[in-house]
């Protein structure tokens, strides 16, 4: 067994300070924002980089108007398909709690939409084609993955099932005190590290527009499908079956992956067939 490191929230108090007679603070800077900063980050290096190649469909000077499009679409996606997907009930009893992201919350799948629907918009502004502006920003998104598990791992959410593994680590913000897999942990190596060697090596070369973007959302769709088996099912949707606990085994993330897989099988499939067509 191993015990959790106790690691502080919040990563920097400043403060308090009086202002005009007022006190104002304590300013708390969370690892949680602190990770969503160094995301954005790595996507930003990689983006400018990557725009340097020769077939790259974003030149280097719309590097930073791609990256502000991006950051907006994961944020308000990401939280609005938390409270959509996994707390709704909550949000209808508390509407303030959308904006409190630095309590944790934010859904990778409401992040995804959010993030295509700015592709769109940034696609038009600068008359560039959605798979081709896809297939640029998919190599970018592992990094943020990455930082986003170890923001959930420094929180204490989203630990895993009790397991009695060598590595099942006790987490002291666990009312049951049980021993579990560090599924955060897990899904920073797979989501993260490992999605990003792999997407990255892919993309070293030019690819038919939707390759890239659809392994990558094959990618992960497996490796969150996975990795759900050994995750703490969300402990609203503990007792609801009929749909997205089909079986009573599937939770609600495994449920969301299944399109994201079929929809990267079928980007993949249409490449194909558009170099079929184009050699025909």
Not at 126 to 152: C, E
Not at 211 to 227: D, H, K, N, T
């Amino acid at each position: 067994m191993l015990n959790y490191p106790q690691i502080d929230p919040v990563a920097l108090s400043l403060g308090p300070f009086e202002f005009a007679d007022r006190v104002i603070g304590p300013l708390q800077i969370h690892w949680y924002g602190i990770m969503y900063l160094l995301a954005f980050a790595c996507a930003w290096m990689l983006a400018m980089r990557n725009s340097q190649r020769p077939w790259s469909p974003v030149a280097k000077t719309q590097v930073e108007d791609l990256i502000v499009y991006g950051a907006w679409g994961v944020i308000l996606g990401g939280r609005f398909g938390y409270m959509l997907f996994y707390s709704a009930d909550k949000w209808l009893d508390d509407p303030g709690m959308i904006i409190r992201i630095w309590e944790g919350g934010m859904s990778f799948h409401g992040g995804l939409i959010g993030v295509v629907l700015a592709l769109m918009l940034y696609g038009r502004k600068h008359k560039i084609g959605f798979l081709s502006l896809a297939d640029f920003v998919a190599p970018l998104v592992p990094t943020g993955l990455f930082f986003g598990r170890l923001g959930n791992f420094i929180g204490q959410e989203l630990w895993g099932r009790p397991s009695d593994v060598p590595w099942a680590m006790l987490f002291p913000a666990d009312p049951q005190q049980l021993t579990r897999h560090p599924s955060q942990l897990y899904e920073a190596l797979l989501e993260g590290a490992l999605l990003f060697l792999i997407i990255n090596w892919y993309a070293r070369k030019p690819r038919l527009f939707g390759q890239i973007s659809g392994l990558f959302l094959i990618l992960y769709g497996v490796f969150r499908f996975a990795v759900e088996f050994v995750r703490q099912p969300d402990p609203q949707f503990a007792n609801q079956s009929p749909l997205f606990e089909w079986l009573g085994w599937m939770t609600r993330g495994q449920a969301l992956c299944i399109p994201m897989i079929l929809l990267g099988l079928w980007f993949m499939r249409a490449s194909l067939r558009q170099l079929a067509s184009r050699n025909a």
